[in-house]
Nanobody
Framework: QVQLVESGGGLVQAGGSLRLSCAVS????????MGWFRQAPGKEREFVAA????????VYADSVKGRFTSSRENAKNTVYLQMNSLKPEDTAVYYC????????????????????WGQGTQVTVSS
């Protein structure tokens, strides 16, 4: 059974930084494309970032481009989301997700592409 566990969320002031981690167990992490999504209260879950199984392709939502960076360490079965220059509108529960297929860059942003999900970690950015 594949399990994803996010960590690293918390409360930070606007302009600050956080690094989220997502540890994956029970599967072959090195074969998975990994995505980050977020959901704010009263809003739908939205795409944030994704990284291919090799790490060679990264995709970002326009709202976070230039501020967030996704990376992975296959030896540690872990994917990261470095978030800089945080804004209050980044406040949300952040979820990581794993994709068993080798998706195209376009598909990496689609919620339906992902097979496994973590439980989420809260990120709150104060103004």
């Amino acid at each position: 059974q594949v399990q994803l566990v996010e960590s690293g969320g918390g409360l930070v002031q606007a302009g600050g930084s956080l690094r989220l981690s997502c540890a994956v167990s029970g599967g072959t992490f090195s074969r998975y494309g990994m995505g980050w999504f977020r959901q704010a209260p009263g809003k739908e879950r939205e795409f944030v970032a994704a990284i291919s199984w090799s790490g060679g392709i990264t995709v970002y939502a326009d709202s976070v481009k230039g501020r967030f960076t996704s990376s992975r360490e296959n030896a540690k079965n872990t994917v990261y989301l470095q978030m800089n220059s945080l804004k209050p509108e980044d406040t949300a529960v952040y979820y990581c997700a794993a994709d068993r297929q080798r998706a195209t860059a376009q598909a990496m942003g689609l919620i339906g592409e992902y097979d496994y999900w973590g439980q989420g970690t809260q990120v709150t950015v104060s103004s």
